[in-house]
């Protein structure tokens, strides 16, 4: 059975989402992601999701850096890779310039620069127990403490654009995606990890591709993407994503979208979000349709699709069960 993946964030119900987790375990799920919004942290719920479950591995998709130190951040991560019994996978990124500068008063004229330098720290704690640095954004001199280090502890980094790929392809485990459409992950996503990955004299083979696939399984086709634009408004408006969406060729998406949201008409900005752009993002439709879906994905070079499932629709179907069963096939 080809490797297979789950995101599952908790909406207004973390036991909810602590018993869908345990359902995609008992489906054989190799890993559940979350990701941080913000009503949650996204450890303290893989937290609870490790609490619940016994196998499946727990990954962050993806933790803000820049809000904590990464001592800090080391500090958590270490301890919930020991309650879970070694089973997390650490994704960390960058986040969007809006929510570090306006939430924790972030510069963010060098996030790359920045991020770097967070994940040396990181991954030299994980693999030796301390860590002397002093670069320009951090300076540290620590060492654990009765903590048995943790050299495979996997390091995922969310990278969509070109200058990230290559860092990821050259220090990371793994990449998590969002928005990236097979198009892009073939094109764009695939030879750059692998060209960062030649330069550090890395196997680009071993380089997880985690590719989020908004997944609904139905028979009211038209319900579940007037669900997924909703989804899908707020990333259309941040410049990560949109430079991810454009790349898989959907500009006339983007400038449609743009030129009715500067009208002041949200509801026709949603609609300029075309069926074409939904089809070949997300999987909706037959349980058949979701699985080939996921296998157009694999094909493009994602190493590990996981299932988002959509919104529900207000006073309509969860998609939850029926996705999460169709998918695994």
């Known amino acids: 059975m080809s490797r297979l993946a789950t995101f599952i964030t908790p909406g207004k119900s973390l036991d909810e989402a602590v018993a869908r987790v345990r359902l995609a375990e008992q489906l054989g799920y190799q890993t559940v992601f979350a990701t941080q919004i913000a009503q949650r942290d996204v450890l303290m719920t893989l937290a609870a999701y490790a609490a619940g479950t016994e196998r499946i591995t727990l990954g962050s998709g993806v ?17 919930l890779d020991e309650m879970s019994g070694g089973r997390l996978i650490l994704g960390i990124g960058m986040a ?70 290559r860092f ?28 960062g990955a030649r330069e550090a004299g890395r196997d680009p083979s071993e380089i997880e591709i985690v590719a989020a696939v908004p997944t609904a399984v139905t028979d009211d086709v038209e319900a579940a993407r007037a669900s997924f634009r909703r989804d ?42 075309s069926d074409a752009l939904l ?10 349709q979701v699985r080939a879906k996921l296998a157009e994905y694999r094909e493009a070079g994602a190493t590990m699709p996981a299932v988002g499932v959509i919104s529900k ?16 096939g």
């Open 232 to 273: 899908l408004f707020v990333y259309m408006t941040l410049p990560f994503y949109r430079r991810a969406i454009q790349g898989a060729g959907y500009g006339d998406d983007i400038a449609a979208f743009d030129e009715r949201l500067a009208a002041g008409d949200s509801l026709g900005a949603r609609a300029a979000i």
């Open 63 to 79: 933790c803000p850096a820049f809000g904590k130190h990464p001592v800090a951040l080391a500090f958590e991560a270490a301890t």
């Open 168 to 195: 990821a392809g050259a220090a990371a485990d793994g990449v998590v995606l969002w928005a990236c459409m097979p198009r892009y992950i073939r094109e764009t996503v695939v030879p750059l990890l692998a060209e």
């Open 96 to 165: 969007h310039r809006i929510t570090m500068e306006n939430w924790y008063g972030v510069d963010m004229s060098k996030p790359l620069s920045r991020f770097k330098e967070y994940v040396q720290i990181l991954r030299s704690l994980f693999t030796t127990g301390r860590v002397e640095f002093a670069g320009e954004f951090y300076k540290t001199n620590f060492g654990f403490m009765n903590y048995d280090v943790r050299p495979d502890l996997p390091i995922y980094t969310a990278s969509l654009a070109p200058n990230s790929l």
């Open 279 to 288: 089809e070949h993002f997300a999987a909706i439709g037959t349980a058949e």
């Open 313 to 328: 629709p207000k006073d309509g179907p969860d998609w939850s069960e029926d996705s999460l069963k169709a998918a695994i």
